[in-house]
């Protein structure tokens, strides 16, 4: 069974800071420990609930190891509070953001990560989760639809996930999803598409691949201050125009150069053993050869192996 995608996020979170700065602004929520974390803020502002927030005044100064566990929380405001956190620890900890591949789009920086993947998707069935301004325009020419929770004109509602997800041969999912809770169900669905986990939510984190992730679209930010003005003065993809940049990581890539790894251990292994049984009978030794149940094993292993590898060059030729 794989992991949760909740305990991944805390087992890989457990380096612990102070709390240096925490913004809830009006679209993203804004973490500044040892590095900075962003996190969408939940759209609810007209609930009269959200007006004022019982631990307000009360986040800062606090260690990390407090906050990372309220990514489990129901509360919205807890679970961004929490992801922001934890993105913060990872933008700091993590490989993965430094070889990410650095997008330099020609169009609007909010919509560089389908500008990016825009020549492979001609000819594909692609559903987005979540609506963003000017895709539309981006797109054109795409066999597209649009999930939203709130839909507006064209867009389908996020209930009619488990009817189009199973047909697309690709899916661009909001890392929202992660603190809404619907990331497990939205990526068991897209077990069949590339998948593309992506916005300033997104968390570094290489073993999303278990969870059919292909494609990382995160972001890294390149000027603190300005982004922490444009999120606490309420921008929302105006942060992409002062100081926070898309990066893209191929999950894929790494899980094939691993399996790659695994195929060339396992057969040096099997070879090993296979020659040890070879001198055995050679020997005109009686009885069942040792090893023999082991290297039937390594047989399935690499058969196995060998079909993980073709499933992810399949996805990508």
Known sequence: MKEEIYDLLLDVSTDEYMIEEMVVGLTWTFCKTESVGL?????????????????????RGRRTSDLVSWIRDWSPYKASVGMAVINSLLNHSSD????????????????????????????KRVVVIGRYPGLDQCLAGIDYKVLERQPGQGDLPDTA???VIREADW???????????????????SQDANLVLMG?????????????????????????????????EGGGTRIFDTGVQYRVA????REMGWIETAISDTVVLREQIKSEMDSWYATHKRGYFPRKTE???LDTELS??????????????
């Open 295 to 297: 290297l039937l094993t």
């Open 171 to 189: 899916v661009f999912l909001t890392s929202t999803s992660i603190t809404n809770k619907t990331f497990t169900r939205l990526s068991e669905l």
């Open 304 to 317: 196995k192996l060998d079909c993980q590898f073709k499933r992810l060059w399949d996805a990508r030729h």
């Open 96 to 123: 993965l953001i430094n070889n990410a591949q650095i997008l330099r789009p020609r169009g609007p920086a909010n919509l560089a990560v389908f500008e990016h993947f825009r020549d492979q998707l001609h000819g």
């Open 161 to 163: 996930a488990e009817y």
């Open 39 to 59: 996190a969408m803020s939940p759209v609810s502002w007209n609930d009269p609930s959200s007006r004022t927030l019982e631990w307000s005044g009360k986040l």
């Open 250 to 253: 191929d999950l894929g890539a």
């Open 200 to 232: 300033p939510t997104t968390p570094w984190i290489g073993e999303l691949a278990e969870f059919g992730v292909d494609y990382l679209a995160g972001v890294c930010v390149t000027n603190t201050d300005a982004v922490k003005t444009t999120i606490s």
